[in-house]
């Protein structure tokens, strides 16, 4: 997984997190869904990086 990759999901994840938590604070439950709906993004694009990541090591292990 490239930096910049994990640069951009770790900030959606905060962005989520930070919605989640204003959402909550203002009784807005739209708000909140949606923070809720982008951290659930983030990682889900976060574990496919990681599953990519564990292919290519084990595609270098094989050739070693």
Known sequence: MGNDD?????FDETKGEVKEWVGE???NPRLAEEGRADQF?????????????????????VKD
């Open 25 to 27: 604070k203002t009784d």
């Open 6 to 10: 994990k640069i951009k999901n770790q």
């Open 41 to 61: 993004d983030a990682n889900a694009r976060q574990a496919g990086e990681h599953v990519k990541d564990a292919v290519e090591d084990v595609k270098d292990a």
